[in-house]
């Protein structure tokens, strides 16, 4: 029995207590309407635009009244990133906004998708599906996991 306990005790650590390998995890939390979001991030997808893709989208406070963010325009952005359990995982607060192209696959197809129509000075919340995001492999990083809804507040700075 003790020489039992001390083999599995040596092998536990080489095969690891779970698994984290890419493209492995639940797929139904992906979908943003079976997850549990932290109170903090103040989710209410019954108020929320849903598109036709399962992106969610929320326009905060008054609509921006600037240039409108189109297909191919080249848009800076601020923006924070949540998990679902209220972690912080990116922000571009102190920072220099990112700048991209829209639609054309130069971020997550989220924030393609999400960013389009808004115009320069507005915000929004977008509650991003994990096939819109980082998907079953997760991000290269490996701060956000496999099958992981993403919630970001983004602020269209400019469009060109």
Not at 80 to 99: H, M, Q, R, V, Y
Not at 116 to 135: A, N
Request: aromatic share 6%; with cysteine; proline share 6%.
């Amino acid at each position: 029995m003790l020489r039992s306990l001390l083999l599995c005790a040596l092998l536990l650590p080489l095969m690891g207590c779970g698994d984290d390998s890419p493209g492995q995890g639940n797929p139904d939390n992906g979908d943003p309407t079976k997850v549990t979001y932290a109170e903090s991030l103040n989710v209410d997808l019954s108020t929320m635009t849903l598109l036709p893709t399962g992106l969610y989208l929320q326009d905060l406070g008054a609509a921006g009244t600037g240039a409108e963010a189109t297909d191919g325009a080249r848009v800076q952005v601020h923006y924070t990133g949540w998990l679902p359990d209220g972690t912080k995982f990116e922000s571009s607060e102190n920072k220099a906004p990112i700048g991209f192209n829209v639609g054309r696959r130069q971020v997550i197809d989220g924030w393609d998708q999400g960013i389009l129509g808004m115009r320069v000075g507005g915000k929004r919340r977008l509650i991003i599906p994990s096939s819109l995001g980082y998907g079953s492999q997760g991000s290269s990083s490996g701060r956000i996991p496999p099958y992981t809804v993403l919630i970001f507040e983004v602020e269209l700075i400019s469009v060109r």
